[in-house]
T-cell receptor, first 114, second 110 residues
Framework: EPEVTQTPSHQVTQMGQEVILRCVPI?????FYWYRQILGQKVEFLVSFYNNEISEKSEIFDDQFSVERPDGSNFTLKIRSTKLEDSAMYFC????????????FGPGTRLTVL | SQKIEQNSEALNIQEGKTATLTCNYTNYSPAYLQWYRQDPGRGPVFLLLIRENEKEKRKERLKVTFDTTLKQSLFHITASQPADSATYLC?????????FGTGTRLQVFP
């Protein structure tokens, strides 16, 4: 069965450094998402992406964050200058066609900011 | 602001019984509601979707109800098994953005 993949599984970085989290959505999917989950807390929406542009973003997704689909298969989340509070699991998700379809989540990247 | 509450942080039941999990929401009118399973350190896995004009959905041992008047969804697992032990998340949506609840940790013991 097709699945969403994410790399790396764990990223450790120093505060103030830039990180790029990578996702490969399911190949024929059209909508892409990033969510985060701080340890012990709920899953929070960050951003949705459709037709090569952001369709919606949350208040968490400030100027430090950006997303890109550079080559038609990868979908990346960049954090420009990481803060301690960015430490969380980051999940990528994708949907085939309709915004109410099943969201398929990747296994996540655990980001630790020291 | 929108608020989603799941009935309890943890629910312990005996194998073979029916587990019932509750999701209540306020200040929101979702077009659909989804239930996910999450195991420790893993991403959410989709289980069921129910739309605002549907009252009930079933899939194998799973059943979801959706009452837009009460602003509540119930999620049932019948004939529960130890393998059903996990955290179950409800998520509401109107557009493509999902708003998640905090989850209920279900433990099924033999």
């Amino acid at each position: 069965e097709p699945e969403v993949t994410q790399t790396p599984s764990h990223q450790v970085t120093q505060m103030g450094q830039e990180v790029i989290l990578r996702c490969v959505p399911i190949s024929n999917h059209l909508y892409f998402y990033w969510y985060r989950q701080i340890l012990g807390q709920k899953v929070e929406f960050l951003v949705s992406f459709y037709n090569n542009e952001i369709s919606e973003k949350s208040e968490i997704f400030d100027d430090q964050f950006s997303v890109e689909r550079p080559d038609g298969s990868n979908f990346t989340l960049k954090i420009r200058s990481t803060k301690l509070e960015d430490s969380a699991m980051y999940f990528c998700a994708s949907i085939y066609y309709d915004s109410t379809d099943t969201q398929y989540f990747g296994p996540g990247t655990r980001l630790t900011v020291l | 602001s929108q608020k989603i509450e799941q009935n309890s942080e943890a629910l312990n039941i005996q194998e073979g019984k029916t587990a019932t999990l509750t999701c209540n929401y306020t200040n929101y009118s979702p077009a659909y509601l989804q239930w996910y399973r999450q195991d420790p350190g893993r991403g959410p896995v989709f289980l069921l979707l129910i739309r605002e004009n549907e009252k009930e959905k079933r899939k194998e041992r799973l059943k979801v109800t959706f009452d837009t008047t009460l602003k509540q969804s119930l999620f049932h697992i019948t004939a529960s098994q130890p393998a059903d032990s996990a955290t179950y998340l409800c998520a509401l949506g109107n557009t493509d953005k999902l708003i998640f609840g905090t989850g209920t940790r279900l433990q099924v013991f033999p």
